[in-house]
């Protein structure tokens, strides 16, 4: 037998392995509030500089003022004192009438701040407006940038010493240096207490994905990229209404920070994977935990049932070569499916994020659209199970363009049709959050099992640079207002032919080494190299390589 008909004679996805996802899943919502919470902590309300402003004339905490501005004015005033601009005349009457994001032209008393919305922000307590605007967007990168180093740095010591371990680490990491986030004394501690909650982002949520497809029998694995998901999605729509009744910044991360803490049990009920354990010619260890999901879903082994060694020959071998991630780009055949993935990963991430941490643009209350954003990702993520058992290519490839697509056709809607653009950003959404539940469980049935870790540590590192460059692309509305959908629009496109070239994975086995690629893995060929490579136990006729 190999790892997967073990798994089916034992139960593919019994007790054992619906309490694992509980111990998965849960974490998934926390993720959420981290990934998602600088939407709000990190909001920028309407401001006007107060330096020139007289005592009596000065707006009140709501900017109930409007502007009035002479042919000679400019009509971008939020980052400018008042009078240092000709024509500009004061109105008690009217709403406050203001953009954002000018550069400061003689502002150094600071700025008042509207409360209507939010009582404090990370902009709003360090005046990250006007001048120091950037900081903002750079701030949000530098923490995508920690789920890139987390990527490769957790990836590869995951493969050394296990999923397990490093899930603990990355939780407990997180909930402290996230609770530390809520007492940054400025900026740049609060950026870098932020990148190391980052690097732990990507360790738990790289390892409960293996550990719970290494747990998987082969026609459910693809749950293992779903159900966690959903929590994921709950934890997003979870976000709105938590920051909704706390709109003080430093709370509103102490809130979502603190109940990491709660996940120390899991140093008592978390398995490790049998499957790594087997990787590592632990022998022992793997066969009690096999014993153990046997017993638990309900179909236990006989007293005599052991694992063998490999062929001692291929055993030599598997020891003196120590794979590492040049091996994905080694050979024809596993370079192109490696490269393929890589950039399916950056451009899903980079769209998904590009969408959801710049809803404020669509024009809608930012409570209403971060909950209608969440809400889209459940039936994007339902609808995926229906067509994966069907086609992994095909569902990849469909997703990925209609999301493309409908980010592509936002460019042509005027900003008066605010609602049609919401609308097409969600669509784009429903989009990119299919494709990118497809792509986790389409490269972990591509990549090896030898070189699979490494394969995802690449590229969740490639899907973070998407990350980092996310917020960045914004940044190119001061030269093209429509720009950033334009990237969001071809890059899905591009991605969507190149999905088109790599094999069909549905109900196929798991390739287990990168000479099972390169050959095209299929039953015969599975059954073909263990009559080659595995010798029978000699006590019984069960035999697990």
Known sequence: ???????????????????????????????????????????????????????????????????????????DLSCAAPDTLPGVRLNRSATLALTEGSASRGCRGGWDFSKEVFQSTVATEWNLVCDNAKLNNIGSSIYMLGLLVGAVLFGALADKYGRRIIILIGLAVQATFGVGAAFAPNFYVYVLLRFVVGTTISAVIMNVFVLGTEWTGRKQRMLAGIITDYFFGFGYILLAGVAYFIRDWRKLQLAISAPGFLFIFYIWVLPKSARWLMAKQRKKEAMDLIRKAAIANGRPLAADFELCQEHKDLKDKAEENKYSVIDLVRTPKMRKQSLILFYLWFVNVLVYYGLSLNISDFGINIYLTQLIFGLVEMPARTITLFTLNRSRRISMFSFIAVGGLACLLTIFIPDELSVLRTVLAMIGKFGITASLSIVYVYSAEIFPTVVRQNGIGMSSMCARAGGVIAPVIYLLRSYSKGAPMVIFGLCPLLGAGLSLLLPETANKPLPDTIQDVERGMSSVDTEKMQEIHFQPCPRNSDVII
């Open 1 to 75: 037998m190999n790892f997967d008909d073990v798994l089916s004679r034992i139960g593919g996805f019994g007790k054992f392995q619906k309490t694992l996802y509980v111990w998965i899943c849960l974490p998934q919502i926390l993720l959420a509030f981290h990934m998602l919470v600088s939407v709000f902590t990190g909001a920028v309300p309407p401001h006007l500089c107060r330096a020139a402003w007289p005592p009596a004339a000065r707006p009140g905490p709501n900017l109930s003022f409007s502007l009035s501005v002479g042919p000679d004015a400019s009509p």
